[in-house]
């Protein structure tokens, strides 16, 4: 797949039109490195079209207004996202590894919660009620910490 079609098909998955992609990008205000200038929208449509092959230099603002990763407009597969992931976790920061960490956490009780979800629309509001006091206290008891 053509990094232009990848590009579109992430603009579809986030439901962004090309025009919003196009201002974004104008926004961050690359400059080519022969002209030093900024590009126009045409061109960012010539991109999105394949019409014109995409400028390296632009790589990084481009995953930037999608907000993935650069080698995601590249190939994105098990293999590449686990590469990646190896390379990363070699060079974790403390404060990285703390958010990973934490996230991680939470992930792992992601069924359990969406299962609980699923299962209170049966439940009367008076233990509705019973059940938001005791986790209010909950996260009140885990602030303090």
Request: charged share 30%.
């Amino acid at each position: 797949m053509e990094v232009f079609e990848v590009i579109n098909n992430l603009l579809s998955e986030k439901n962004m039109t090309k025009r919003e992609f196009a201002q974004k990008l104008i926004s961050l205000e690359p400059k080519s490195n022969r002209t030093g200038e900024i590009i126009s929208e045409n061109i960012v449509y010539s991109y999105l079209s394949g019409h014109t092959a995409i400028k390296t230099y632009l790589i990084p603002y481009i995953s930037d207004v999608l907000g993935v990763p650069e080698q995601f407009l590249f190939e994105e597969n098990k293999k590449v996202r686990r590469r990646l992931l190896k390379h990363l976790a070699k060079n974790l920061t403390d404060d990285e590894y703390a958010y990973l960490n934490e996230n991680l956490k939470q992930n792992l009780h992601i069924h359990e919660y969406n299962r609980i979800l699923e299962l209170l629309k049966y439940a009367p509001i008076p233990l509705l009620n019973k059940i938001q006091k005791s986790l209010q206290k909950i996260k009140n008891i885990t602030k303090e910490f």
